[in-house]
């Protein structure tokens, strides 16, 4: 038997094999669907989606362009203290980078809602939601350093060197060379951060927020408590089912520009 008509009979077996789990899967479980359909599903759920739209994704997405748009600021200067030559600053971007990176942005979220003011008598601008924002890109710019620095450090370093060569000093280079070079190497992972920011813009609901400044999940959580659907997870499925409908274009976008990365390497 030929090696390829080996690897297809493999990977047939193989997908006949999940499917066959799969499908035990759902026969094997045993859900009462007349409980779960007045539950997850009930009556009066029309009535949500226009709060969820027009309050919940509008906010969800102002937030997660802010936080982004601030951490990504906050990233590149990190990133460039990282590879400085200068120790001091090279050790204070590494402390930080390392303390945001090994903190839950939960807990970074509530402490900025209500340590700086209980510590110092300060409030970040904008109240409680400034607050979240503020942790969020905090939170964010220490992940988003590090895939800068990538960036930066896959950059050969010839393209530094003849920019040098042609009278260029270091931080033009770094600006009008280097920098170009690194964010078309770091478009996809960085539309990834993007996504994972418009989910952890949901974090910002445990601090609670004015009715005009919730996004989406304390929306969706609200309606739980009260409205049309009431005791019911109806407002949940609902808000998942918008979460899902914004995240996988976003997903299959990364996936795009990674491969038609990878082609333009070859």
């Known amino acids: 038997m030929k090696r ?42 029309k009535d949500t989606w226009r709060d969820l739209i027009t309050t919940g994704v509008k906010n969800t997405v102002i937030y997660t362009v802010i936080a982004f748009s601030g951490g990504l600021v906050l990233a590149v200067a990190l990133a460039l203290g990282r590879l400085s030559p ?35 008598g300060w ?31 896959a950059v050969p370093r010839g393209q530094s060197e003849a920019a040098r060569s042609l009278g260029m000093g270091g931080g033009a280079t770094m600006v ?10 770091v478009i996809p992972p960085l539309t990834n951060e ?10 910002l609901s445990v601090i609670g927020v004015q009715l005009g400044q ?11 408590s009260t409205g049309a659907t009431a005791q019911t997870s109806t407002s949940l499925v609902q808000a998942a089912l918008i979460y899902l409908v914004i995240t996988i274009p976003l997903t299959q976008l990364v996936s795009w520009l990674e491969r038609r990365q990878r082609r333009a390497t070859r």
């Open 86 to 120: 200068v120790f001091t600053l090279r050790w204070v971007a590494t402390a930080y980078i390392e303390f945001f990176r090994g903190l839950p942005a939960l807990l970074v979220i509530s402490f900025m809602a209500y340590g700086p003011e209980i510590a110092f």
């Open 214 to 224: 919730r996004e989406l999940t304390t929306v969706a959580r609200d309606f739980e």
């Open 176 to 185: 009008r060379i280097i920098l170009p070079q690194a964010f078309r190497v």
């Open 123 to 153: 409030r970040p601008p904008g109240g409680l939601p400034g607050a979240g924002l503020l942790a969020l890109i905090l939170v964010a710019s220490a992940y988003m350093a590090e895939t800068v620095r990538a960036g930066i450090q």
């Open 194 to 203: 993007f996504v994972l920011l418009i989910k952890d813009t949901a974090l």
């Open 4 to 45: 390829t008509t080996r690897r297809r009979l493999v990977l047939v077996g193989l997908n006949v094999l999940v499917l066959a789990f799969a499908l035990a899967a759902v026969l094997l479980v045993k859900a009462n669907w007349d409980t779960i359909g007045p539950n997850f599903w009930s009556p009066g759920r």
